[in-house]
């Protein structure tokens, strides 16, 4: 039996994509970083399990380039940014 994560990372198309596409992060072209880092917000507002365990470390993983890196440290500041300081109305 398949764990959730495994379910999830199969099933989510961001990471992977019906050929000939590739993931963003293994992608040689430029990338919207701003895009992909509220991407990643929200799969961790949806499941945090899985983008703990599984995406954010595929995303920071040493061969990742700078651009994907910076995707995850933006989306984990705007998570701490919303725990530290949430917006009042």
Known sequence: MKS????????????????????????????????YADALVAIYRFNHRVAVEAIFP??????????????????CLSLIGEVCCPVRF
């Open 4 to 35: 959730i994560v495994a379910y999830a990372l199969e099933k989510n198309r961001i990471f992977n994509p019906t050929p000939p596409m590739k993931p963003f992060y293994d992608t040689t072209d430029m990338i919207d970083v701003d895009l």
């Open 58 to 75: 595929a995303c920071i993983a040493p061969e990742r380039s700078d651009a994907v890196k910076t995707c995850v440290l933006k989306a």
